[in-house]
């Protein structure tokens, strides 16, 4: 089992910065990935980034450029910094875990999520 936690959210105002965090109970070195979903009011849930054991990094085109994930293995921690941010970003911020298995990634592991919201 794997417990995750979040922490950073807030609310700022456009163009402002927040860092989440995600702090794991379990870390893995192979065949899994981390990343971050988020969900605003009325939307489906979207994945905003993640990151693999195997070096991938994936990032949604609306957060290109403005976000970056990143781990600290030794902390077992992971971090989403935010820059540049816009109202369209408010959300609730959820971590997410799982293995990976013929390059698909199973997400069995939620956090309880983080707010983060940007005024205009």
């Not at 070195?29 to 489906?44: D, H, L």
């Not at 980034?49 to 992971?78: C, M, P, W």
Request: aromatic share 10%; charged share 20%; with cysteine.
């Amino acid at each position: 089992q794997v417990q995750l936690q979040e922490s950073g959210g807030g609310s700022v105002q456009a163009g402002g910065s927040l860092r989440l965090s995600c702090a794991a109970s379990v870390w893995k070195y192979a065949s899994w990935c981390m990343g971050w979903f988020r969900q605003a009011p009325g939307k489906e849930r979207e994945e905003v980034a993640s990151i693999g054991t195997d070096g991938h990094l994936r990032y949604a085109e609306s957060v290109k450029g403005r976000f970056t994930i990143s781990q600290i293995n030794a902390e077992h921690t992971l971090y989403l910094q935010m820059n540049n941010l816009k109202p369209e970003d408010t959300a609730m911020y959820y971590c997410a875990a799982g293995d990976v298995d013929a390059g698909n990634w199973e997400i069995d592991y939620w956090g309880q999520g983080t707010q983060v919201t940007v005024s205009s």
